[in-house]
């Protein structure tokens, strides 16, 4: 069930950029996030429109027609560049000077996977930080001095600009703007429409370069992160886990690591933000109250670690998506 707060807020603008060449399942990935993904509903207005005249002819090979031009990033709220056909090619000058004029006016600009090439071009990636396809991240940085690539991480946020890496990522990067739009239980009960874990952590490598077999790893590791998720208002360390698991902190380490692709303190800070949000959401627990079921320890560390990760204080969130 959606919040009253996000049943009442005006529904917000998403304009999703195609052009000549465009990749279908890139298009398609914002398109089923922010338009039947959450019907009947449909809290977005999802429009997609063109760089290129019509008809726009896919890699697959059919035509899209009947597109609008980039007028319609003049009134959107989230304009998608979901790629980009050639990192080699400057992208047209009227769609860079469009969003440039959206970022100016207060829009969320986002690009996925190669669309962060295009967000560089148009200098709104400038002093920041930015993520894109592994494959490509050397040339963007080559290319793209001024800015700061994170090439083994999933998304990353910076102010009004969201990039990603490729393919699945951008449903990752989808998926994080609908739950801070709409809230953790909506952007869950999204996930599980669409059949995706419901929450990856931006810093979350793009891929595992040395998974390890269920039978020798994953069962062990994936019985402890289900009892530590079930325990999350208890301390834990990378020590007492190690002890639990049996391991040494070092093979505990290594071996999280090339399971999940990211730390054991980082996921277990993530869990604990994941718990506090639908605390916050469903129920009239008092700050020091979540941050106890939480295992933040404090109601001030909680409000510090709660804030760095979602870019909010636990109050706003519980006043935007609280239910009735």
């Known amino acids: ?11 917000r603008r998403v304009a999703v950029v195609a052009f000549e060449g465009i990749s279908p399942f890139h298009l398609s990935v914002p398109c089923v996030v922010f338009g039947e993904g959450l019907a009947p509903d449909r809290p977005f207005d999802l429009v997609v429109c063109s760089v290129d005249p019509a008809p726009v002819r896919t890699s697959a090979g059919f035509a899209l027609t009947a597109l609008p031009s980039l007028r319609a990033l003049q009134k959107a709220d989230v ?22 004029a959206a970022h100016a006016r207060g829009a969320l600009i986002v690009g996925l996977c190669l669309g962060s090439h295009v967000l560089a071009e148009a200098g709104l990636l400038a002093g920041g930080r930015a993520t ?103 301390s834990h360390s990378l020590d007492s886990l190690a002890h639990e698991a049996g391991l040494s902190r070092r ?30 959401e469903r129920g009239p627990l008092s700050i020091e109250r979540v941050a106890e079921q939480a295992g933040f320890g404090s109601a001030e560390s909680f409000r510090l670690q709660f804030r760095q990760s979602v870019g909010v204080s636990p109050s706003q969130w519980r006043k935007t998506f609280a239910a009735g």
């Open 1 to 11: 069930m959606s919040s009253p707060a996000a049943e009442q807020a005006p529904r």
């Open 79 to 100: 304009v998608i560049v979901p790629s980009w056909r050639d990192v080699n090619e400057r992208p047209p000058e009227p769609l860079l000077r469009a969003l440039r």
């Open 251 to 280: 093979t505990l380490t290594r071996q999280f690591k090339a399971l999940t692709g990211t730390s054991v303190q980082v996921w277990l800070q993530a869990e604990r933000v994941q718990l506090a949000q639908r605390l916050l």
């Open 132 to 234: 894109t396809h592994w494959e490509y991240a050397p040339l963007f940085a080559q290319r793209f001095t001024d800015v700061k690539v994170e090439p083994d991480v999933l998304y990353v946020q910076e102010g009004r600009v969201l990039t990603s890496a490729g393919t699945a990522a951008g449903l990752d990067a989808c998926l994080h703007l609908v739950r801070q739009q709409l809230g953790g239980e909506r952007a869950n009960q999204l996930a599980r429409r669409l059949v995706i874990p419901p929450h990856r952590e931006g810093g979350q490598s793009q891929y595992i370069q040395q998974p390890l077999p269920k039978a020798r790893t994953g069962t062990r590791l994936g019985r402890l992160m289900d009892e530590v998720r079930a325990r999350l208002h208890e």
